[in-house]
Structure formats: C-alpha cells, structure tokens
Nanobody, 129 residues
Framework: VQLQASGGGLVQSGGSLRLSCAAS????????IGWFRQAPGKEREGVAC????????YYTDSVKGRFTISRDKAKNTVYLQMNNLKPEDTAVYYC???????????????????????WGQGTQVTVSS
C-alpha cells in the first residue's frame, strides 16, 4: 500500500508541469487525495485536493486558475496540472491520501495532520525566473 509521486522538474517561469500520484495496493475511490508542498524553511502547505467520493475539488488561493487536480480512475492515479508556474511555486510536492467523510473535506483538506498514514515520497519542482 503506497503512493508514488512523480513529474517534478525544472521549468522556467510561465511554464507547465504535470505531477502524478499513483496508488498501489488500494483503490483511490474512497479517499481524498491532497497535494502539499514544502519550500525550504517553510511549513508544509496544502495546494489542492480531490474528494474521490463527491468529485469535489479544492485549491489554495495562490494556485486557483493555474493548477488543476484530476483523477484517472482506470490508472488509479491523481494528477496535478500546473500551468503558468511562478518562482514562488518552487518546493517539494507531496501527495497524500486519507478517508475523510465528504462533509469534512472542505474544512480539513489542507491540514497535513489529517493525512495520517499515506504519503508519497515527494517530487521537486523548481521554477526559475
């Protein structure tokens, strides 16, 4: 049972990347999947979340209109499409999975402590100016 995050890299400001979070050993159907990022010296920050039960998606304000979270059920994978990247998006990005009742996802998705067990290993995103 694990999550595998991938897709990071070095990109110029304004560029795009697509991160993948592949689950193995369990289906993502009943999980909320969150993407988090952590820059050096900063706390881990919630970036986006998809509730795979309701289909609802959530974003932190700084990425709204630029990032899109989606799911490929057949591949048991969640993606984070990141467009118009900015230097301040530079961080290690992590995905995490948790079974959160849908009524609580909106208020809790961006709290990393809610995701108790399933975390991907992190993928570095670097945006040059």
């Amino acid at each position: 049972v694990q999550l595998q995050a991938s897709g990071g890299g070095l990109v110029q400001s304004g560029g795009s990347l697509r991160l993948s979070c592949a689950a193995s050993g369990f289906p993502l159907d009943y999980y909320a999947i969150g993407w988090f990022r952590q820059a050096p010296g900063k706390e881990r920050e919630g970036v986006a979340c998809i509730d795979n039960i309701s289909g609802s998606t959530y974003y932190t304000d700084s990425v709204k209109g630029r990032f899109t979270i989606s799911r490929d059920k057949a591949k048991n994978t969640v993606y984070l499409q990141m467009n118009n990247l900015k230097p301040e998006d530079t961080a290690v990005y992590y995905c995490a999975a948790e079974r959160i009742p849908s009524i609580f996802v909106q208020s809790t998705w961006n709290n990393p402590h809610v995701y108790t067990n399933l975390w991907g290993q992190g993928t570095q995103v670097t945006v040059s100016s």
